[in-house]
């Protein structure tokens, strides 16, 4: 009597990818490249002129990206809800003049300026929140509303005067000058609040969340998400933390105009595409948005050393934003078509 064997079921060692998981890894080898490419810019510089890294231009290097790290921590945060905040720049003037009204000339220390600073800042960011989650209206509509209004405030209340580093009080201007064990005081402040919201959207829940909302909206509804809560919420973390930025370049430079941080919007946004958040939300990390800023503070430092005419920092920005942008778009075309084919399947 013979048996017939029961069919065997090939198995697979190893599990498919799926196109989500490939967005990721390419984006997370964008991280990696942009890595390579700053390291690379800086090292050709310095062969071009040593100077470019000795004890001042590491400092200066520092402290000229370090603001700009504060922004594209917080800008990324409302990018990864597929939304966006053109209103950053104008928070900073904003909330660099106020907080410079509110200090000169008296005792005020670093702790007053910090708190008016966020607050002024969140209240920006609430304005906008609530308008594009629960008004509903385009974020890039509400955004670049809001950056004209408190523009027009700005200089409304400034008058065309300036606040002068002499009024403003000595433990400030510390804070934007001073160091510790050698390192820059803003450095260290940009470095907490990078790591500090990167690990809140990398543990907490909550975080996670705003991933789930940028990637797919509809289905982040039906899994209970409470969507216009995260993306309001969102909208404050980048006003309190451009706030806290306005607060920090009153530090940094003492003498502050109207039209401080004017046209910064754009490079903090080209700083968070070009390290690998994605326009269209859901993919990417602060950390890739910090190492996007630092490349174009770099770029633009590594310029005037080699004498070459500014024009090229904007062209070379632009060049960069474009080719992200692009890439985004492959990677969100090739990761769909892999979804279906494995739904398929």
């Given at each position: 009597m013979?048996t ?24 997370r080898?964008?991280e ?10 800086i ?5 071009a ?11 200066d290097?520092l402290?000229?990206s ?14 990864l ?7 950053v ?8 003049f ?20 966020i607050?002024l800042?969140?209240?920006c ?24 209004v ?8 400034a008058?065309g ?6 009024t ?12 510790f064990?050698?390192?820059p ?24 969340e705003?991933?789930?909302i940028g ?5 982040a ?12 919420t969102?909208y404050a973390?980048s ?15 003492g ?6 941080a ?7 946004v ?30 633009g430092?590594?310029?005037v ?6 024009f ?29 084919k494995?739904?398929?399947?």
């Amino acid at each position: 009597m013979s048996t017939t064997a029961p069919p065997r079921t090939a198995t697979r060692s190893e599990p498919e990818p799926t196109g989500r998981t490939a967005a990721e890894t390419v984006l997370r080898v964008r991280e990696y490249s942009i890595g390579g490419a700053l390291v690379l810019l800086i090292l050709v510089t310095w062969l071009a002129n040593p100077s470019f890294l000795d004890q001042q231009g590491i400092k200066d290097l520092l402290l000229n990206s370090s603001i700009l790290v504060l922004l594209a921590t917080g800008q990324s945060v409302v990018v990864l809800t597929r939304n966006i905040d053109l209103s950053v720049g104008s928070v900073v003037g904003l909330t660099a003049f106020a907080c410079g009204s509110f200090v000169s000339g008296t005792d005020h220390g670093p702790v007053a300026l910090v708190l008016l600073g966020i607050a002024l800042g969140a209240g920006c960011g609430l304005v906008s929140g609530a308008l594009v989650s629960f008004g509903r209206v385009p974020a890039l509509v509400v955004t670049l509303g809001m950056l004209y209004v408190i523009q027009g405030v700005d200089h409304a209340w400034a008058h065309g005067e300036q606040i002068n580093a002499a009024t403003v009080p000595d433990d400030i201007l510390t804070l934007g000058s001073g160091s510790f064990l050698g390192i820059p005081y803003l450095p260290l402040i940009s470095a907490l609040v990078l790591a500090g919201t990167g690990y809140f959207l990398r543990t907490y829940r909550s975080g996670r969340e705003l991933y789930a909302i940028g990637s797919n909206p509809e289905a982040a509804r039906l899994a209970g998400i409470p969507i216009r809560r995260r993306v309001l919420t969102a909208y404050a973390f980048s006003g309190a933390v451009a706030g806290f930025a306005g607060a920090l370049w009153l530090a940094r430079f003492g003498t502050v105009v109207a039209d401080a941080a004017n046209g910064w919007e754009l490079t903090v946004v080209s700083a968070v595409v070009v390290g690998g958040v994605a326009i269209t939300g859901g993919v990417g990390t602060v950390w890739g948005a910090a190492l996007g800023a630092l490349l174009l503070t770099t770029i633009g430092s590594a310029l005037v050393v080699l004498k070459v005419s500014s024009f090229w920092e904007q062209a070379i920005t632009g060049a960069l934003l474009l080719a992200a942008i692009s890439t985004d778009r492959v990677v969100r075309s090739r990761s769909t078509r892999a979804l279906r084919k494995r739904r398929r399947q």
